[in-house]
């Protein structure tokens, strides 16, 4: 039993008690009129178990007014020295956090979650924890290096001045792993994810909208091995980058998700690229059949859709699963491989209607291409007479498409497709070990094989 001491009206008193370890863990409060309340301890000391920092325990207001900087990274270093058993969760109670200097988490963070109260929604006016980035020369809002096993989840994170900067910049130069991003909403900023080298992490159930419409917004989510041994492992899961600007127009700029280097096993799921100028875009420096490429990527159950260039464009990695992905309505053509892709890819179940260039175009140097069970119609608005629902280039080799539907309308009916010319063009004659079997190339306007 715990008696409190004496006190006068109005006054108010704290008590600290020491855990196990006779350090101090929790507080029991009193107010003027006598109400008990626990509140965590500043040292990083909570209840049930949980350690924990509670910002406003460290000054933070959250009132959209007071600068938070250094309320919440005093909050995060709370939680850190790095060895064995320290860690914990920085909390954000529901609020606008302002913020001039990035919050930082260095190589002697580890187990750190930055949470918040969000759900899936939280800027604007639908409640919840926001970061804003109130400084206008372009700083990143969070800056994670060297770390490992940080978590930033149910917060939202925005910009007042949408100049530059990245929401989310984490880098590994030591083979660290072990970010987890997971119900963020990523408004106004520039570049939203970027992780450099970090193995072993996940973005999921999150969204990035509102890049400003210019040069330095290069991409929304960026994945590539930096200056790190390797990167490898990832996971994206119900992402949904949207490009639209201003309400009504493409972006000009970026990549949805843009990877480079040797960014190995990326699996991609139930995500949506929209209105990008690409929407996935595999870079050269992927590098292409060789020991030191990158490989094993499936891009599963995702929407590709009006962008203002390719949907997906690859040129580097190898063994390559697209399963089940809808591409369509985009300004140039669903899929495309570009030159320097010379790895094997299986594309099982691809929707691509209603792109203005081609359903899906290979260019040369493939090793093994296997298209299955296609639905191509409607391609080629911009250049009816040249359209096709899949362009092969002259020099590609080693294709295979088994059965489907390349022709007729966008609904998959036995109509004339009112603009896609061939359903399969093969352009000029140095092609070998090519295999066609069982596709319905009908209702194309001028041929079904070219």
Avoid at 315 to 328: E, K, M, P, R, V
Avoid at 370 to 376: R, Y
Wanted: charged share 15%; with cysteine; hydrophobic share 35%.
């Amino acid at each position: 039993k715990i008696k409190s001491p004496p006190h006068s009206a109005g006054a108010s008193y704290t008590l600290t008690l020491p855990n196990d370890d006779g350090n101090p863990d929790e507080i029991l409060k009193t107010d003027g009129n006598g109400i008990l309340s626990w509140t965590a301890n500043s040292s990083g000391g909570g209840t049930n178990g949980i350690v924990s920092a509670n910002v406003k325990d460290f000054g933070a207001v959250g009132d959209n007014s007071t600068d938070d900087t250094t309320a919440i990274q005093n909050a995060i270093n709370s939680l850190l020295n790095g060895s064995v058993g320290d860690g914990g969760v920085v909390y954000l109670p529901p609020g606008v956090y302002r913020i001039s200097a990035p919050l930082t988490f260095g190589s002697t963070a580890y187990s750190i979650t930055l949470k918040g109260s969000s759900t899936h929604f939280p800027v604007g006016n639908f409640g919840g924890s926001v970061i804003r980035v109130t400084n206008t020369s372009g700083i990143n809002a969070i800056e994670i290096t060297n770390s490992s096993s940080i978590a930033i989840t149910n917060l939202g994170i925005d910009h007042t001045s949408s100049s530059s900067g990245i929401a989310i910049k984490a880098t590994s130069t030591n083979s660290r792993q072990g970010i987890t991003i997971d119900q963020v909403y990523i408004l106004k900023h520039s570049k939203g994810i970027e992780l450099n080298g970090y193995a072993n992490s996940i973005i999921r159930n999150s969204e990035i909208r509102e890049q400003p419409d210019n040069a330095n917004s290069t991409h929304a989510i960026l994945l590539k091995k930096g200056s790190d041994a390797r990167q490898d492992q990832l996971r994206m899961e119900n992402v949904i980058v949207e490009g639209l600007v201003d309400g009504s127009t493409r972006h000009q700029y970026s990549k949805g998700l843009l990877v480079e280097d040797w960014t190995n096993s990326l699996w991609i799921k139930d995500c949506c690229f929209l209105r990008n100028k690409y929407g996935i875009y595999f870079d050269q420096s992927m590098g292409g059949e060789t020991a030191d490429a990158a490989a094993f990527h499936r891009i599963e159950n995702c929407d590709v859709d009006q962008n203002d260039s390719d949907g997906v464009f690859i040129d580097g990695g190898y063994a390559i699963w697209l399963q089940n992905c809808y591409l369509s309505s985009n300004i140039n053509s669903g899929l495309v491989t570009g030159e320097n892709f010379k790895g094997t890819m299986w594309i099982n179940s691809p929707d691509c209607r209603g792109n203005n260039m081609f359903g899906m175009a290979f260019n040369v140097n493939h090793n093994k291409i296997q298209i299955n069970s296609p639905h191509i119609a409607d391609n080629g608005s911009a250049q009816p007479a040249q359209s096709a629902g899949i362009q092969v280039l002259d020099g590609a080799n080693d294709i295979s498409i088994m059965g489907g539907f390349i022709g007729g309308n966008v609904f998959g009916q036995h109509v004339n497709s009112g603009n896609q010319q061939i359903g399969i063009r093969f352009v000029g004659s140095s092609h070998n070990r090519i295999n066609i079997n069982g596709v319905d190339v009908t209702h194309n306007i001028a041929g079904g094989i070219e």
